[in-house]
T-cell receptor, first 114, second 115 residues
C-alpha cells in the first residue's frame, strides 16, 4: 500500500513564526499536493507539484510556499504564520501524468497558530 | 466560479437501509469524478472513480452514478452498517495538459448509520 507520511499530527505555533510541514511518500509518485481542510469549506488546494523542483499554485497559495527537492518529499512552508492559517493540512500523492489517478492522503497535520 | 455542493446536513439512517449521498456541481465540465471516505482524524481514502462517459459504477455495496446533463453524482451504500459511518467527499477533475491529478473537492456529507 502507498504510504504518505506527514511529520507531525499536531503543531502549535506563534503568529509570525516560519513553519515547515513535511510530507514523504514511498511509492515513487510523480504528483504531490497540499490541501487545507476547514469546516464548511472542504479541501482547498494550496500547491501541487508534478515533478522534482516543479510547483504550481493551487486555489489558495497566498501566504504559503513549497519545496520539492526530492521526488518523495514535498514541504509546505508558511513564511510568517497567521491565525487564519489555523487549519488541518493534508498532503497527498498520485502516480503519473494521467489526470484521473486516485489521491493517496496522509493523516494530516492539525496546525494551530496563536 | 466552479462550485461543488454536497449536503451539509448529516445523513442519519438505520442499519440495513440504503444511504444515498448527492454531489452537485456548477460551472465545470469534469472528465471524471471520485468519491472518498474520511474518518475523524484521518486523511480521505479513495473509494470509486467514474468517468464522464460512464453512467454507473459498482464496487461491492457501493454504487456511483454520474449524470453530466444534471451535473450530479449520486453515491449509494446498500445494506448500510454502523461501520459505514464517516464523512464522504466527492471530487471532480479534468484531464489534459495542466491538469495532472488536480481535484476540486466538495465539503463532504457526514453519514451516521444507527444500529
Amino acid at each position: 500500500d502507498v504510504k504518505v507520511t506527514q511529520s507531525s499530527r499536531y503543531l502549535v505555533k506563534r503568529t509570525g513564526e516560519k513553519v515547515f510541514l513535511e510530507c514523504v511518500q514511498d511509492m515513487d509518485h510523480e504528483n504531490m499536493f497540499w490541501y487545507r481542510q476547514d469546516p464548511g469549506l472542504g479541501l482547498r488546494l494550496i500547491y501541487f507539484s508534478y515533478d522534482v523542483k516543479m510547483k504550481e499554485k493551487g486555489d489558495i497559495p497566498e501566504g504559503y510556499s513549497v519545496s520539492r527537492e526530492k521526488k518523495e518529499r514535498f514541504s509546505l512552508i508558511l513564511e510568517s504564520a497567521s491565525t487564519n492559517q489555523t487549519s488541518m493540512y493534508l498532503c497527498a500523492s498520485s502516480p503519473g501524468l494521467r489526470g484521473n489517478s486516485p489521491l493517496h492522503f496522509g493523516n494530516g497535520t492539525r496546525l494551530t497558530v496563536t | 466560479s466552479q462550485k461543488i455542493e454536497q449536503n451539509s446536513e448529516a445523513l442519519n439512517i438505520q442499519e440495513g437501509k440504503t444511504a444515498t449521498l448527492t454531489c452537485n456541481y456548477t460551472n465545470y465540465s469534469p472528465a471524471y469524478l471520485q468519491w472518498y471516505r474520511q474518518d475523524p482524524g484521518r486523511g480521505p481514502v479513495f473509494l470509486l472513480l467514474i468517468r464522464e462517459n460512464e453512467k454507473e459504477k459498482r464496487k461491492e455495496r457501493l454504487k456511483v452514478t454520474f449524470d453530466t446533463t444534471l451535473k450530479q453524482s449520486l453515491f449509494h451504500i446498500t445494506a448500510s452498517q454502523p461501520a459505514d459511518s464517516a464523512t464522504y467527499l466527492c471530487a471532480l477533475g479534468s484531464t489534459g495538459s495542466g491538469n495532472t491529478g488536480k481535484l476540486i473537492f466538495g465539503q463532504g456529507t457526514t453519514l451516521q448509520v444507527k444500529p
